[in-house]
């Protein structure tokens, strides 16, 4: 396969980006665009210098892959369209709404012998493939993704948006079963979960403490890692991962701080998932987040949100008028 033939369905925020690295990669020719705004999608096809579909259905037959960054209530449906005429798949995450259509997906995907790629981003930030050589055995991890509130991804709550990044690269750290979970969150400005944390505590003794929220003053996207010996820091939005271990020093008995730190801020995340998948799609090669690795992610996330959930229930029948707190409450 020489040249790939690509396409992006769902050309919002995230897949205009899509977009845009698919029109400056080489060995790959950007077909088209969908949207269900036409204006949207004619205006991202007149910057990439493509064609715009008014229907993605259309623009199947002439792909070899897409990127789905439609909302996710619609991500089995355009999956299983694309699967079915056995065209690789990039979904974004989350995956689905669902741990069934996950599960129809990658049942899908194997019988057609599809890529099928999950968005998760943060795997391919360079600070995080540089912190993995440097892990142990972590026993606390403490991660915070906070944000300014932006009028987008609000058709899921802050856990689907932005919890499932560090959910994922938790699961992808810690070699162990997930045994509890303990979680506290709450709606401030929409009707879904805008700020929560969750305790993920695993077999094997490492605890992770995950702290989320998209109604912020600031931006801080940050994990650190403790484990013998070492303690790791993470700064996804700097792409540097900082390593601080203890040294004997030569002429004090008492042990000093021995830091390194490695930064990465050329280096473009999503132009490195991109690259992935294409090469994926050419090679055969299997995905750095695969579908199995997205369910995963999904179904702890959607733990967390339920048990967030029967929370807020709980607080609704205890105060007078508890629904209407949950309510949209912009002013």
Request: aromatic share 6%; with cysteine.
């Amino acid at each position: 396969m020489d040249t790939i033939r690509v396409g992006v369905i769902g050309v919002g925020y995230l897949g205009r980006f899509h977009a845009q690295k698919y029109r400056d990669m080489r060995g790959v020719e950007l077909v088209g665009v969908v949207d269900v705004d036409g204006g949207r999608a004619v205006e991202v096809a007149g910057e990439c210098a493509t064609r715009a579909f008014d229907d993605y259905r259309d623009m199947l037959a002439l792909v070899d892959a897409v990127s789905i960054a439609v909302p996710t209530v619609h991500h089995h449906a355009v999956a299983t369209a694309c699967l079915e005429q056995k065209i690789d798949i990039l979904v974004e995450k989350p995956m689905t709404t669902t741990i069934e259509e996950a599960n129809d997906l990658i049942a899908m995907a194997e019988e057609m012998k599809c890529v099928l790629q999950v968005g998760h981003l943060e795997r391919f930030n360079p600070a995080v493939m540089a912190m993995k050589p440097l892990l142990t055995h972590p026993l606390f991890i403490e991660a915070h993704r906070i944000s300014q509130f932006k009028n987008r991804s609000t058709d899921v709550d802050v856990v689907l948006d932005l919890m499932i990044h560090d959910i994922d690269i938790i699961l992808s750290i810690v070699d162990a079963p997930l045994t509890s979970i303990h979680t506290v969150g709450a709606p401030v400005i929409t009707g879904l979960t805008d700020i929560a944390n969750a305790r993920l505590i695993f077999e094997n003794g490492c605890t992770a403490n995950v702290t989320v929220s998209r109604i912020s003053l600031d931006t801080i996207r940050r994990m650190r890692i403790f484990q013998p010996g070492t303690y790791l820091s993470v700064d996804f939005a700097a792409k540097e991962v900082m390593s601080v271990r203890l040294k004997k020093g030569e002429a004090d008995p008492f042990p000093l701080p021995d830091i390194t730190r490695q930064g990465f801020p050329d280096q473009d995340v999503l132009e490195l998932e991109l690259n992935d998948f294409i090469t994926n799609v050419r090679t055969r090669g299997k995905p750095e987040v695969s579908g199995l690795e997205g369910k995963r992610a999904l179904e702890v996330a959607l733990r967390v949100v339920r048990q967030i959930n029967e929370n807020r229930a709980r607080v609704e029948k205890m105060l007078p008028g508890g629904k209407d707190l949950f309510r949209n409450n912009f002013i």
